[in-house]
């Protein structure tokens, strides 16, 4: 029965690429012709596959209703959170996860640090979007023109002298970050707190959410927390992994 199974979910990758007849089905799998043809009438009967008026065979429509419904009911926190949780036990620091919605960074989880000097931030409360390394993330992301009407609506306050001090300087930025694929935030909301980010991506390779650590100075310096970079950016992997339900890659695995 597993064979079976196999066989038919292999099916579904060979379509993707276009449709295909019978025997080009058959070759792929090296199996009979009246195999494919049982497997490719059961993958029909259940909306997967359609079979088209020249013969071949494509993706079914139930396919694509079944993985938009199960993007939609994916809840990036509850999938995160393990992962936040382990985070915060290896570093002791804050970690925070955020989405971008109705043109806002907000955070949507939170772990504190196990340091006595802690963060004031909230689950629900936007962040300062113009220098959080989060929110540097999520816009990275979007399409150019879209980042360029947002860099040119915003509004650019100087928490500090590190704070990002206009559109340009803005999208700047968001240029190196979409480059490089992390963030940081050194002093640029807080003189006192450094952060370092890194994206999660679902299975489009889009960037669904973002994830942080943060410290205040008195804890670690800004150079001792970019170190902690490569442990970010590996959890950030993970999650992105079991987010979009994408395998392992071996560099990731061996890791």
């Given at each position: 029965?597993?064979?079976?199974?196999?066989?038919?979910?292999?099916?579904?990758?060979?379509?993707?690429?276009?449709?295909?007849?019978?025997?080009?089905?058959?070759?792929?799998?090296?199996?009979?012709?009246?195999?494919?043809?049982?497997?490719?009438r059961?993958?029909?009967?259940?909306?997967?596959?359609?079979?088209?008026?020249?013969?071949?065979?494509?993706?079914?429509?139930?396919?694509?209703?079944?993985?938009?419904?199960?993007?939609?009911?994916?809840?990036?926190?509850?999938?995160?959170?393990?992962?936040?949780?382990?985070?915060?036990?290896?570093?002791?620091?804050?970690?925070?996860?955020?989405?971008?919605e109705?043109?806002?960074?907000?955070?949507?989880?939170?772990?504190?640090?196990?340091y006595?000097?802690?963060?004031?931030?909230?689950?629900?409360?936007?962040?300062?979007?113009?220098?959080?390394?989060?929110?540097?993330?999520?816009?990275?992301?979007?399409?150019?023109?879209?980042?360029?009407?947002?860099?040119?609506?915003?509004?650019?306050?100087?928490?500090?002298?590190?704070?990002?001090?206009?559109?340009?300087?803005?999208?700047?930025?968001?240029?190196?970050?979409?480059?490089?694929?992390?963030?940081t935030?050194?002093?640029?909301?807080?003189?006192?707190?450094?952060?370092?980010?890194?994206?999660?991506?679902?299975?489009?390779?889009?960037?669904?959410?973002?994830?942080?650590?943060?410290?205040p100075?008195?804890?670690?310096?800004?150079?001792?927390?970019?170190?902690?970079?490569?442990?970010?950016?590996?959890?950030?992997?993970?999650?992105?992994?079991?987010?979009?339900?994408?395998?392992?890659?071996?560099?990731?695995?061996?890791?």
């Amino acid at each position: 029965m597993s064979q079976t199974v196999d066989r038919a979910l292999s099916i579904l990758p060979l379509l993707a690429e276009g449709p295909a007849d019978l025997g080009q089905v058959a070759d792929r799998l090296g199996v009979h012709k009246s195999t494919a043809l049982r497997l490719l009438r059961t993958l029909h009967e259940h909306g997967l596959v359609h079979r088209q008026s020249d013969q071949r065979y494509r993706l079914g429509a139930r396919l694509f209703a079944l993985a938009q419904e199960a993007v939609e009911n994916l809840d990036v926190r509850e999938i995160a959170h393990p992962h936040l949780v382990a985070l915060n036990e290896k570093c002791g620091h804050t970690v925070h996860l955020a989405v971008y919605e109705e043109h806002e960074v907000l955070y949507i989880d939170k772990v504190e640090s196990r340091y006595p000097v802690r963060m004031y931030s909230r689950i629900g409360k936007p962040v300062a979007i113009t220098v959080a390394a989060v929110a540097k993330l999520l816009l990275a992301d979007r399409p150019e023109a879209e980042r360029r009407t947002l860099a040119e609506r915003l509004d650019y306050p100087l928490y500090t002298a590190r704070s990002t001090p206009n559109a340009p300087a803005f999208l700047r930025e968001l240029e190196k970050v979409r480059e490089q694929g992390w963030a940081t935030d050194l002093g640029g909301h807080e003189e006192s707190i450094n952060c370092v980010g890194a994206p999660i991506r679902g299975a489009d390779g889009r960037v669904v959410a973002a994830m942080s650590v943060s410290a205040p100075n008195v804890v670690v310096t800004a150079e001792e927390l970019l170190t902690l970079l490569p442990l970010v950016r590996r959890t950030a992997e993970v999650i992105s992994r079991d987010y979009s339900g994408n395998p392992p890659t071996k560099e990731a695995s061996s890791r």
